[in-house]
């Protein structure tokens, strides 16, 4: 039988949880006229923007939709911060925004956000007007049961700070994380009410989400199948050919690509699939890179749920899903999801992007690139593991001789209980103790 599981305790109605986003959110509004919060349904951006808001006109309520579209200046009326909650479903009100800002509103006129990208080039071009944040699912720092004692943003400064601190989770607690959600209305849902909750999530992308862009999904099932696929894929670059091949195993037709492509587009453009880019240095000293991207979904629990995996199946290592060629097992590619996930709401709050290194031949390869914007970076592995031996810092140690002090820190996350430095200066961090 499984075990339940036992995440933090289900946040009240009407009590809202600090999000690391806060803060960048407020530095932004006090000097720009208008942003755009961004990411997939569910993560929070309303509840974000809401605080923030004199008046909200919520989008994707038909009765305010057809309102907006009847008079859509209307959307400019109120004074103070207005909120244009799921913006894309009258797109007339990107433009409003767009000239208002140009007619010179103030600092925090603006909120806007938004769970698809437009489908046609240039409608969503307010560059330099309507500046973009991303939201993602809650970082490990940000769920509630874990206390940082490690900071990203020190450790981007290159100074090599002191890395200290214990914590109580184990790998199991890790396991229970990767199935209970960042979405913050899932938290506290255990067992099958949090399995109808995440497929509904899933429904709803096949049924409303994909109709909503535009595309006519003869066979939900094909789809069904890509997305099962694609999240068997976590944490690997498998080729898009070997996701097809492995959406189509059991089955005498595979999916053609002009049928896949539009899949994969459109479930990019719901945030639902958040790809880790190849890093690509601008002083390129590292011979023959690859570029695929590792492929991430937006939350690592939809991933265990298209796959239909349990804790125990997780803890047990069972197969699960398509056949996708990955080193290690299931747990270590969602542990890397989860991880990447929390690595990547740090890095945005410091002013960094998060990408992944590996070479042609996969001789060598790095999980996480952490590049700030004046240059220099954190290299992070990621490990399925409570104590780190020599092969596990073997990329690191290549790296650093590959870039020298371009290198400003190196750091193996893994599932164990304490930070510290290795002799080597190499930092181990446990997942959990890692903060903004």
Do not use: C
Request: glycine share 8%; aromatic share 4%; net charge neutral.
């Amino acid at each position: 039988m499984s075990k339940d599981l036992d995440p933090a305790p289900r946040q009240p109605m009407g009590q809202y949880r600090p999000r690391i986003v806060d803060d960048e959110l407020d530095e932004l509004m006090s000097s720009l006229p208008a942003l755009v919060i961004e990411g997939a349904k569910g993560v929070g951006k309303t509840a974000t923007a809401s605080r923030r808001a004199a008046r909200v006109h919520g989008l994707d309520d038909p009765q305010q939709r057809n309102i907006a579209r009847a008079d859509p200046a209307r959307l400019l009326e109120a004074e103070g911060t207005t909120l244009i909650d799921e913006w894309q479903h009258v797109p007339e009100s990107w433009d409003l925004v767009r000239r208002a800002v140009d007619a010179g509103a103030p600092p925090g006129r603006f909120l806007l956000t938004g769970s698809t990208t437009p489908a046609k080039p240039g409608t969503h071009s307010g560059a330099g007007r309507i500046v973009s944040v991303r939201m993602r699912p809650l970082a490990l720092a940000e769920r509630g049961s874990f206390t940082p004692s490690v900071s990203l943003g020190e450790l981007l400064t290159g100074s090599r700070p002191a890395v200290t601190g214990h914590t109580d989770h184990r790998l199991e607690d890790y396991a229970i994380e990767i199935l209970a959600s960042g979405f913050p209305g899932l938290r506290g849902f255990q067992g099958r009410a949090l399995g109808a909750q995440l497929d509904g999530y899933l429904t709803r992308i096949v049924d409303r989400d994909f109709p909503e862009l535009g595309h006519s999904i003869r066979n939900p099932a094909a789809l069904q199948r890509w997305m099962r696929a694609y999240a068997a894929a976590s944490s690997t670059s498998a080729s898009f050919e070997k996701i097809r091949d492995a959406a189509s195993a059991g089955h005498t037709e595979k999916p053609a690509k002009s049928t896949t492509i539009p899949y994969r587009d459109a479930l990019e453009r719901l945030w639902i699939l958040d790809p880790v880019p190849a890093w690509l240095p601008s002083r390129n000293r590292i011979a023959r890179l690859s570029v695929p991207p590792k492929h991430q979904l937006a939350d690592p629990a939809l991933a265990a749920r298209l796959l239909g995996v349990d804790l125990d199946g997780l803890l047990s290592a069972k197969a699960a899903g398509p056949p996708i060629p990955r080193e290690g097992t299931l747990l270590g590619a969602l542990f890397e999801s989860l991880v990447t996930l929390s690595v990547r709401v740090y890095a945005q709050a410091a002013e960094a992007k998060v990408s992944h290194l590996r070479t042609a031949a996969g001789a060598h390869e790095v999980d996480l690139i952490v590049e700030r914007a004046n240059g220099g970076i954190v290299a992070i592995e990621v490990k399925l593991a409570r104590d780190v031996g020599e092969n596990d810092t073997r990329h690191l140690k290549w790296l650093a001789e590959k870039i020298g002090e371009e290198l400003l820190d190196a750091i193996v996350i893994t599932t164990g209980q304490d930070a510290y430095r290795r002799r080597d200066g190499i930092a181990i961090i446990p997942a959990g103790l890692l903060g903004p």
